[in-house]
């Protein structure tokens, strides 16, 4: 069982940055690829980035790439999401999610946290 909670969101003018984090409880936090999702209101959920379980590898949507950063640190059992250069179209509820190392494909969970309000005012 993993427990996500994230913070960090907040309102920030067009061309700011943010750092969400993403809490993870458990011990086996390290087993599991992380990644980051959006939802606008009247949107669907949508990738924004994702980690595998050492780090070593990082994917991005192509809307966020060269600005948002995703990292993770295995000791804090936390995940980093950097956000600069934000955008109003960067508005979104954000949430955090894990899947077992090894899995594959556009299907993530089981384990999904409450998500954070993120607010880009231009």
């Known amino acids: 069982q993993v427990q996500l909670v994230e913070s960090g969101g907040g309102l920030v003018q067009a061309g700011g940055s943010l750092r969400l984090s993403c809490a993870a409880s458990?011990?086996?936090?390290?087993?599991?690829?992380m990644g980051w999702f959006r939802q606008a209101p009247g949107k669907e959920r949508e990738f924004v980035a994702a980690?595998?379980?050492?780090?070593?590898?990082?994917y991005y949507a192509d809307s966020v790439k060269g600005r948002f950063t995703i990292s993770r640190d295995n000791a804090k059992n936390t995940v980093y999401l950097q956000m600069n250069s934000l955008k109003p179209e960067d508005t979104a509820v954000y949430y955090c999610?894990?899947?077992?190392?090894?899995?594959?494909?556009?299907?993530?969970?089981?384990?999904w946290g409450q998500g954070t309000q993120v607010t880009v005012s231009s």
């Open positions: 458990g011990r086996t936090f390290s087993s599991y690829a």
């Open positions: 999610a894990a899947r077992p190392s090894g899995s594959s494909g556009a299907d993530w969970g089981p384990y």
């Open positions: 980690i595998s379980w050492s780090g070593g590898s990082t």
